[in-house]
């Protein structure tokens, strides 16, 4: 009996318990590359002063991470998380500043959320606070006239990647950009 | 007196003076192991260069190397570069790698080529990292002309046998436009599509794939021997790979470069980039960079790995250039370079250190530890003295001269003195003044600088071939130059060696009467000197300096001891 009883009372729980497991409001998008882009794509002047960059290679919208994206060695971290579609853009903004974005779709949020933590507690030992984000869904990690900031909402992992911000003590409070930019891909994923 | 009057006092001082010979001759390798060469990849104790130890590093730092902060493209990056100076403290590189007064003997002595070939049918190679095109962070271009022009102009490597390649990325989307086989204006190589132009990719046997069955190949051209030389190019990326499947040491530099020599089997068709994912463990790593297509040869195929860290990925490997770093870093053997440039730049100037503690394996997996390797460091000039500073051709009042600036009367470097790049402590030309130059804390002399008066600072180190002065005082740990030379007179009547005062690695010495070994450490100002024409020591005190100063002195007596036997006889 309790063979029976505990896969029918797990079934029960991951119904109706959003959260735990996946809910049917939370199943995975269909694959679909090239609507997934134009969902996350920023469109220019969406963020103030940001338009896309026109060389060939601004934009890609693609499942293959290494021959499409071309990131190679840094495309297992996302593919061993369960990388599913994704979305690159290149923006250039105001005085020469310059902004990667990366939107991965990871198919459930407990993956996303996962991408996010691997992320974290490998790559950035000492995480830059984003204003008005907890660092459980947003931080950055500055470099000298840079700033990368990772973050997920719902089932969607984000990469925002600033440079050219020709600040050697940079933190968020000095570019607020970072967090425009989360602003907008959050209103996306809702 | 008879010849040979005394022939057991005779012998004993052939002996000692040959002991005394040796070991100032082999000094000058300042090897720890014995060298090899092989034709079949990594072995261990092998020299990739008989001449150069495989630990020595040599890094310049020169903001003027890039005339503006450059915005993203590689268009701009390229822009922004002063080719010139790249190039001028690239042959200054060489002469520290290579310990040679020279850039045209530096190198001469970093490249070599098999003893059937000519240069003429020499083939050259150089990876470079082409990933991320328009907006990625590459080599600049005025890197690898410069290694472009050393090979054609100096060696007579024909451009057509010279090939830039990246088997991962397609170097040729890159850099195309800024190659030609006959404008010396640009990079004089064949750009490969891929592995193209280097027989394409041929299939290798590596045991830590890091997916089971993934079947490796590497450029054919290595593989199958034609290629003679490999020239290894990276740039400074930060590598965030996850800790748990790949880690690398949080850095992407020469070795993990070589993804893109060696890449899955039959990923380099098509029009997107080839991939290397069967490689993407460290263990992998270290087995490319130990395989005979990297190492094997004889001579031993890559014999040069340069960083381009003028700009850097700090952030990620994945974005554009966020960090400049204005820094370039040249060696012989790919894993002390990465290490070196991982912990000296990534760690201690960009703030981006390992994050997975695995940088020593670096050394340890090819026999080495972390004490061991030579970091040498040359100066631009952003290193203003505290006692002031001479121009670029100018003459230095009580401050230092700059490049080739003369120097003053009482010249006195700062806290962080360096001479020239012919700086004359105590000379007529650059450096330290006519009489008394008192080098600064970290003094360091020129690259042929030659002491006059000279004290030294506190860790006053020698040039290449730094000569100490008539009355030249040791710092508190002096150090010799490479080839210091304490002549009768430089020796001086009081010769004054520091508190532990060394000579250069090869002190031909004929001291005077009291002629310390030491003094070599010219040390002289010049802070605002532009381009990295100054010569730092090492700033490694090798087990060999405290032989050498016993045989320089024991061979300043010999010969003083064998002149008088010969007048006698």
Same mark, same amino acid.
């Given at each position: 009996?309790?063979?029976?009883?505990?896969?029918?009372?797990?079934?029960?729980?991951?119904?109706?318990?959003?959260?735990?497991?996946?809910?049917?409001?939370?199943?995975?998008?269909?694959?679909?590359?090239?609507?997934?882009?134009?969902?996350y794509k920023i469109a220019d002047n969406e963020i103030s002063g940001w338009t896309q960059d026109p060389a060939s290679d601004g934009f890609w919208a693609g499942t293959d991470l290494i021959g499409g994206a071309g990131i190679d060695g840094e495309a297992d971290q996302y593919t061993n998380q369960g990388f599913r579609q994704g979305m690159f853009q290149n923006l250039d903004g105001p005085n020469s500043q310059f902004c990667t974005l990366r939107a991965m779709d990871f198919g459930t949020a407990a993956a996303a959320t996962a991408m996010f933590t691997e992320v974290k507690t490998g790559s950035v030992p000492v995480p830059t606070a984003i204003p008005t984000y907890v660092a459980s869904i947003a931080i950055g990690d500055a470099a000298a006239s840079g700033l990368s900031v990772y973050a997920h909402f719902g089932a969607s992992y984000f990469e925002v990647l600033l440079s050219g911000l020709g600040d050697q003590t940079l933190t968020c409070t000095e570019c607020p950009v970072a967090q425009q930019f989360l602003d907008e891909l959050k209103k996306k994923t809702n | 007196m008879p010849e040979n009057s005394n022939p057991k006092r005779r012998d004993f001082l052939k002996t000692a003076a040959a002991g005394a010979a040796g070991a100032v001759a082999l000094s000058t390798l300042r090897f720890d192991r014995a060298f090899a060469q092989t034709t079949g990849g990594w072995v261990s104790g092998m020299q990739v260069n008989p001449n150069i130890d495989n630990k020595r590093v040599v890094c310049c730092y020169d903001t003027k190397m890039l005339t503006s902060t450059p915005a993203t493209t590689f268009t701009a990056q390229n822009a922004a570069v002063d080719s010139a100076k790249v190039a001028s403290n690239l042959d200054q590189m060489a002469m520290q790698l290579a310990q040679k007064t020279t850039a045209t003997e530096a190198w001469a002595t970093i490249f070599r080529t098999g003893a059937n070939k000519t240069w003429a049918t020499t083939k050259v190679a150089i990876k470079t990292n082409a990933i991320l095109g328009t907006n990625g962070n590459h080599p600049r271009v005025a890197v690898i002309k410069k290694i472009c022009d050393v090979f054609v102009d100096q060696l007579g490597v024909p451009a057509a046998n010279i090939v830039l390649y990246d088997a991962n990325s397609d170097a040729s989307k890159t850099y195309s436009t800024y190659a030609s086989l006959t404008d010396a204006t640009k990079i004089r190589a064949v750009v490969s599509v891929k592995a193209q132009s280097l027989g394409g990719m041929a299939d290798v046997t590596i045991t830590n794939v890091a997916i089971a069955g993934r079947a490796i190949t590497g450029v054919a051209d290595f593989v199958n021997g034609v290629t003679d030389i490999l020239v290894d190019i990276a740039v400074v990326k930060r590598h965030s790979g996850p800790g748990t499947s790949y880690s690398f040491g949080s850095c992407?530099?020469?070795?993990?470069?070589?993804?893109?020599?060696?890449?899955?089997?039959?990923?380099?068709?098509?029009?997107?980039?080839?991939?290397?994912?069967?490689?993407?463990s460290l263990a992998a790593i270290f087995e490319i960079n130990k395989h005979p297509a990297v190492l094997g040869g004889n001579p031993v195929r890559q014999q040069l790995c340069i960083v381009d860290g003028l700009l850097?990925?700090?952030?990620?490997?994945?974005?554009?250039?966020?960090? @400049?770093?204005? @820094?370039?870093?040249?060696?012989?053997?790919?894993?002390?370079?990465?290490?070196?440039?991982?912990?000296?730049?990534?760690?201690?100037?960009?703030?981006?250190?390992?994050?997975?503690n695995n940088l020593p394996k670096f050394l340890t997996e090819f026999g080495y530890t972390t004490t061991d390797p030579v970091w040498v460091e040359i100066a631009g000039g952003v290193v203003t003295p505290t006692g002031g500073s001479g121009g670029s051709t100018g003459a230095g009042g009580s401050g230092g001269g700059g490049t080739t600036g003369a120097g003053g009367t009482t010249s006195t470097g700062g806290s962080k003195a360096n001479g020239g790049s012919t700086a004359n402590s105590g000379g007529s030309k650059a450096g330290g003044g006519s009489t008394a130059s008192n080098g600064g804390a970290?003094?360091?002399? %020129?690259?042929?600088?030659?002491?006059?008066?000279?004290? %030294?600072?506190?860790?006053?180190?020698? %040039?290449?071939?730094?000569?100490?002065?008539?009355?030249?005082?040791?710092?508190?740990?002096?150090?010799g130059g490479t080839t210091a030379n304490v002549t009768s007179e430089s020796g001086g009547s009081p010769a004054t060696g520091g508190t532990s005062a060394q000579p250069g690695t090869v002190a031909s010495s004929a001291g005077g009467s009291t002629a310390a070994p030491a003094t070599s450490g010219a040390p002289h100002a010049s802070g605002t000197s532009s381009g990295c024409n100054v010569a730092g020591g090492d700033r490694k005190v090798t087990r060999w300096g405290a032989m050498l100063a016993f045989g320089a002195v024991v061979a300043a007596k010999l010969r003083r001891l064998v002149s008088d036997d010969d007048q006698s006889s």
């Open positions: 009996m309790t063979k029976t009883f505990l896969p029918l009372l797990c079934f029960f729980l991951v119904s109706i318990a959003p959260g735990c497991g996946s809910s049917p409001s939370s199943s995975p998008r269909p694959i679909d590359a090239v609507a997934f882009g134009q969902d | 992407s530099l020469c070795m993990k470069n070589h993804l893109g020599t060696f890449i899955n089997k039959g990923s380099e068709t098509g029009t997107g980039d080839a991939s290397a994912t069967g490689l993407h850097a990925n700090g952030n990620g490997a994945g974005g554009t250039w966020d960090t @400049r770093v204005d @820094r370039l870093v040249m060696g012989t053997f790919a894993p002390t370079v990465d290490y070196l440039t991982a912990t000296k730049i990534m760690d201690d100037v960009m703030g981006k250190p390992d994050a997975n970290t003094a360091n002399g %020129g690259t042929s600088g030659a002491a006059g008066d000279n004290n %030294g600072g506190t860790i006053a180190a020698g %040039g290449t071939t730094a000569n100490g002065g008539t009355t030249a005082n040791g710092g508190t740990t002096a150090n």
